[in-house]
């Protein structure tokens, strides 16, 4: 088992051990942060402090060219190239050329060294031409062999231009540039181009192989964020980026050179960069592992004089565990300020309080067994007491259960004397309704009959209108046979004169001959007359017949309507008795459905009344069994209360044998 000292040791390594590597883990970062922020801020500035230095090179060389091109026996085209090639070799003493050259408009060059050349489709030649000072990308040189670069500017015959004039120098003195510029231990410089071929490097194979990273990340992807940075270059831009190369982390700071189309890098490893955060986290741990050590130390210390004291308390515990109640605790003790000053009063409390529980206990043992022996005998006189109310209770709930079994009888005869009279209710609810659907129809149908009378009566009146209109009828076709008479004895009267008049003609001659034709037509309309006057007799005679016939028939039809309509009246007197019988027998109905429903009412209350007697009795019932088995029960109780006297004499006996080994 670890001892508290132990844990208390354990516990405030482990804290200290977070804290230290907390606070080391804060410091290292944020001095990484702070170190990257600060490369962040001077290495563009380094790179444009680069470009100017560069920008400031190439000024100079450009400058002094321009100055020689100036010169009258160099503008002067007419001169002789001995006279000029004097001042070239001075010049190309003075500053380290390669080589310079009077170039024509044509590109035909000679430089100092005697050698001809044609450099028309050299771009710093057009750009000279045009009139533009300026440096080449390190080329090959055709009369060197060799990696130069090239300064050119324009000679001018007063406004006009006439020539070129160039200045050939090696092409490491880019590269001597970069070497010069550094940052930290290991940084380094480096150019390209626009079109991102590396013009300068500390490494100088990587100009003459002319390395392009367009070329290089098709190669090797892992280039891209190397090569995102270089675009930002040749797009003229100045800033700061991280990549790889190598296998190696680094952060580049760039800018580009006025005056050229070239942008300046500078380099440096992250790992370099951040080599000061090295010394910080070494020097972190080993504060930490100190401050941990301190920590531990201060720990024991402190809790060994803690644990002293509680150790004190222990044995003091110990001691009235073993029953010693006399020893006194020290006085240096009880009166410390702190937790250990506590527990000690604490453990005097204690001692005190358990001194004072076994002097009562001792008192109020005797006192007991005093009371155990009475509460013994008058247990045993409870008990035959609890015997007789047991035996009482036992008939008493004889007698409830029998009642309880009459009243259950009573109920179930009322019960199915309910069930009939609630058959009964609804046969009279199911006449109610019967009667009150045939007095609803009956009504309906009285009304149904009146209105049928109503229709009868007025179909009687039409009626006897239209027997008056038959009559009427039979008169007129009367006449007109009367006038059809007329037509056809006029119709035999002409056409006797029509015949008269054919003989007439006849006797005439040909002069009466047109006269017999018109009395031969009138005969013939006559005979017509007569034959449509007998047609139109006869169907009237037909009609008259029809018409007398109809007036028979009219008569007949009268009196069955009239017949008719004296059934309905006699129905529509009938459907009133009905309904008047069946709206007395309703009411009735209603009266005797109430006068059951009160029956009803009254043999619920009645059930009710005697379920709840039966409630009670059962009850009674129970309660008196329960009593008595309560009897019995406490009759057992009491007996056993007794004998719980008696070992509690005898338990007292043996706590005053207990306390005795008890040091006071």
């Known amino acids: 088992m670890r001892s508290i000292k132990t844990k208390l040791m354990l516990a405030m390594g482990l804290l200290l051990a977070i804290i230290c590597i907390g606070l080391g883990t804060i410091s290292y970062y944020t001095s ?206 100045s800033g700061v980026g991280e990549y790889t190369y190598g296998g190696v982390r680094k952060y580049l700071g760039y800018a580009p050179v006025n005056g050229t189309n070239w942008s300046i890098a500078v380099t440096s490893p992250k790992a370099e960069v951040l080599s000061g955060t090295n010394t910080l986290r070494l020097w972190t741990i080993t504060a930490s592992i100190i401050f941990i050590i301190l920590g531990l130390v201060f720990v024991f210390i402190l809790g060994s004089k803690i644990i002293k004291n509680i150790v004190a308390a222990i044995k003091y515990l110990e001691t009235i565990s073993s029953g010693d109640l006399s020893s006194v605790i020290s006085p240096k003790y009880l009166e410390l300020k702190d937790e250990t000053g506590t527990l000690a009063r604490a453990v005097k409390i204690m001692q005190e309080s358990i001194i004072s529980m076994i002097k009562s206990i001792r008192t109020n043992s005797s006192e007991i067994n005093s009371h155990a022996d009475n509460l013994s005998s008058i247990s045993e006189e409870i008990a035959a007491s609890s015997s007789d109310v047991a035996t009482s209770m036992q008939d008493v709930a004889k007698g409830a259960s029998s009642q309880a079994e009459n009243l259950v009888n009573i109920t179930d005869i009322l019960n199915k004397f309910g069930s009939e009279l609630v058959e009964i209710i609804d046969s009279i609810k199911e006449v109610d ?50 006038i059809t008479s007329l037509i056809n004895s006029i119709a035999e ?21 047109g006269f017999s034709v018109v009395a031969e037509e009138i005969r013939e309309l006559a005979e017509q007359t007569t034959e449509s006057s007998k047609n139109i007799s006869t169907l ?84 008196s069994e329960e009593i008595a088995a309560s009897s019995e029960e406490m009759n057992a109780s009491t007996e056993e209360v007794a004998a719980t006297a008696h070992t509690l004499a005898d338990m007292t006996n043996d706590m005053k044998k207990e306390i005795t080994k008890f040091k006071l």
Not at 91 to 112: F, L, P, Q, W, Y
Not at 434 to 439: D, L, S, T, V
Not at 464 to 476: E, H, M, R, V
Not at 587 to 606: F, P, Q, R, Y
Request: negative net charge; charged residues 25%; proline residues 1%.
């Open 32 to 237: 990484s942060k702070a170190l990257i922020g600060n490369v962040n801020e001077v290495l563009p500035q380094i790179a444009k402090e680069s470009a100017k230095t560069v920008n400031s090179r190439v000024e100079s060389q450009l400058n002094a060219l321009e100055a020689i091109a100036s010169e009258t026996q160099i503008s002067d085209m007419n001169n002789s190239w001995e006279n000029k090639r004097v001042i070239l070799d001075a010049e190309v003493k003075r500053s380290g050329h390669i080589e310079m050259n009077i170039v024509d408009k044509d590109g035909n060059a000679i430089n100092t060294n005697g050698k001809t050349a044609n450099i028309k489709n050299r771009d710093y030649f057009k750009k000279a031409l045009a009139g533009e000072k300026n440096v080449s990308d390190p080329v090959l040189s055709k009369t060197q062999n060799a990696m130069v670069i090239v300064y050119a500017a324009p000679i001018k015959n007063g406004n006009q231009i006439v020539g070129v004039i160039t200045a050939v120098r090696n092409g490491k003195t880019l590269n001597d540039i970069t070497k010069d510029i550094t940052f930290g231990k290991s940084g380094q410089a480096f150019m390209i181009n626009k079109q991102g071929t590396a013009v300068a490097n500390v490494n100088e194979q990587i100009v003459l192989k002319g390395d392009n990273i367009n070329e290089d990340v098709k190669k090797d992807s892992k280039l891209k964020p190397f090569a995102d940075i270089e675009k930002k270059m040749m797009n003229g831009e």
């Open 433 to 482: 309704s019967n009667a009150k659907g045939i007095n609803t129809m009956s009504a309906k149908s009285n009304t149904e009959m009146e209105q049928l009378a109503q229709s009868m009566n007025k179909l009687s009146d039409s009626f006897n209108d239209f027997i008056s209109k038959t009559t009427t009828l039979g008169q007129n076709i009367k006449q007109i046979d009367e």
């Open 493 to 513: 009267q002409t056409n006797l004169l029509a015949l008269n008049a054919a003989i007439e003609a006849a006797r005439a001659g040909e002069a009466g001959k």
């Open 540 to 623: 009237i005679n037909s009609v008259s017949d029809d018409s007398s016939i109809m007036v028979k028939s009219s008569g007949e039809i009268k009196d069955q309507l009239n017949s008719q309509i004296s059934i309905v009246n006699t129905t529509i007197d009938s459907f009133k008795l009905i309904v008047n019988e069946i709206t007395q027998m309703s009411s009735k109905i209603n009266m005797v459905n109430g006068l059951t429903a009160n029956i009803d009412s009254e043999k619920s209350d009645i059930l009710g009344k005697i379920e709840e007697i039966s409630s009670v009795a059962e009850e009674v019932s129970a309660s």
